[in-house]
DNA sequence: GGAGTCAAAATTATCTATAATTTTAAAAGG
DNA sequence: CCTTTTAAAATTATAGATAATTTTGACTCC
């Protein structure tokens, strides 16, 4: 009945180990081993060494030859870059889809804005902060353009899940309500600039530790 | 003594066949086939769908579940979309690159700009231009940022190669030497503007088509 | 006890083989 | 003559097997 956009068993094998990798359940540095890999998913490796290339693509693994696949690592480094791509892919994408949005997507956007307040959890309150930036992003129409987003949205994900503190979302909240704010009134410009620092902005504080010398921690949260 | 950076048959496929399609060699919507390509290069088809998902995630190749691996067809609003992403993100790149730069680079960026002006062909002075660009830029030292670039300057050799116009090229030599002279006088915001100009200026003209009707053709020249 | 060495085990990269699907091209029917 | 059907050929996707490399860990020697 319904079909999938993607059947091959590569794509699904590669979708899952994002999430994984993504929601911190395969830790950094972790190696990925085909054959293990393969006999989880009841195939052969061949598909398997072909979803690594596509987690390698995204920036979610790295691949030295001969020597096998591990999860990517990052550092604060790494966080403010894919902060500050996503600050400028970003407003790109919402300078196009200004003129196509509607009433019913802000009204979309807006939903899921609330849906954010009333998350249980990291989890879903990440998905809700994701689809508002799709939604208002999508009718920009560039696909290239939305694809390296979705890869970047991944990367934010995973280092949030890794240090998610309670209290950041709110600013969030009130940056979501400005952007659709000025949207609403056609203010295109003053949206873009809202969104540009919200996305930039990095949630810090110590590490929470139980043990050893708290470490800072960070995470883009828009 | 010299050990290739990547040494699998996969990447090794991969690149030429990007540089194929890059260069026109193979055209918009031509079919690869794993068992043909296997051949050409003596190898199994193992590692030639590897490389298709390579090819796949720089955006150079579309490949449908069981129907195979087609070259990507690109139109104006890709060439578009390419050039505002560069824009955006080279812009990005010098801003974080120009406290890096050193004389020893200018002097490099300028004497590719001067090899750009003596190119013989379209190929040799789109090999100055990247020079050109990748000199100023990789002092950021941000790798998800330049593999990014990179990407998207592979898209735009692709638009170039396949629409080229004589002339074109004074623009681009002239606009990299005012970015040069933005840089030596410390002036970052006056070359970051001229790069972001400079990268979205796309060449149009009538195709030289000896037959049928002069439809229009484009390409980024910066 | 620790550094270095070497062999066994594990793992990667690739090849060959096979099943399933799609493309092609030819034949039949209207 | 054009459409539809149908069978053959080509092609994709995956499985299973093999060679080469790396990792692991025990053992020796100092």
Known sequence: MSKEPEDTIASRISRVLADRIVRGELAPGAR?????????????????????????????????PRRGVRVASFDLAEVREVAEMRAVLEVLALRHAARHLTPAILDAAEEATREGDAAADVHAWEEANRRFH????APCGMRRLLASIDDLHAASARFLFSAWQSGWEKRTDHDHRAILAALRQG???????????????????????????????????G
Chains 1, 2 share one sequence.
């Open 187 to 221: 203010k295109t410009d003053e949206a873009a600039a809202t969104l540009q620092k919200h996305v930039q902005w990095i949630g810090r504080g110590p590490q929470p530790a139980k043990n050893g010398a708290p470490r800072e921690i960070f995470a883009i949260v």
């Open 134 to 137: 799709r939604l208002i992003l």
């Open 32 to 64: 990925l081993r085909q054959d293990h890999i393969a006999e989880e998913f009841q195939t052969s490796h061949v598909p398997v060494r072909e979803a690594f290339r596509r987690l390698e693509a995204q920036g979610l693994a790295i691949s030295e």
